[in-house]
């Protein structure tokens, strides 16, 4: 891994914990204005500052994040159809002379192992990890799980090796209860895990606790945190669990202590 991977790799994980808390907001380029995103501009402005790094479509980039941010970004390079079509037909959609443009600190795309069209994403993953070992670019692999595929240990621990095998730098995949850690044991890069669908705070706050438990590098989380009533305490109580050990029921109660709060100024260290 030559100075400049490591140096981009080195501003997306916390130096004392080393660990991530990663937003993603990326999820219109196949929904739409979904719930907690119709307005990108309000919700990322609010949630930056607690933000280790922003993974994000170039549109959204462009048009709704101040160019003065100091945040590493993360860009979604995949794309193609939408929610009402086959998500799996997915290919690269933005060049890697577009990302250095925007200076981004790594690119992400998913694959969809098991799924139609899983060669093809498969290979572009590798094409893009050609062309991004070129510049030093880390690759994000995402393991999408299609609605008929179990997000068990042993689909995800395929899914990640896989994605590793290929070349990505990191892997973004779902967290599962039974033998998460032998997910992690079995892929040879960092793991962040997905928050997916929207569910109760206190619920997700576990979910990032007993993945963190289990080795996760951390976590890439968007609908958990931006579809709560109180995004910038869940977000704070995120990075509590990360980067600070926080029990599930500590972490909550700060979510409760900071919910209150329009603004806070500072992030937890």
Known sequence: MGWGMKNRLSGIFNPKSGKTVMLAVDHGYFQGPTTGLKKPRETITQLLPYSDCLFVTRGILRNCVSPAISTPIFLRVSGGPSVLGELSNEDLTTSMKEALRLNASGVGM????GEKNEDRTISSLGRLVNEAEEYGMPVLAITAVGKEMARDARYLGLACRIAAEIGA?????YYCEEDFEKVVEGCPVPIVIAGGKKIPEKDALQMAFSAISKGAAGVDMGRNIFQSEHPAAMIQ???????????????????NKLKGQKVVDRVVE
């Open 237 to 255: 109580a995120i990075r509590a669990v990360v980067h600070e050990n926080y029990s599930v029921d500590e972490a909550f109660e700060l979510f």
């Open 110 to 113: 998913s694959i969809f192992v």
């Open 169 to 173: 730098h990191m892997v973004k995949t």
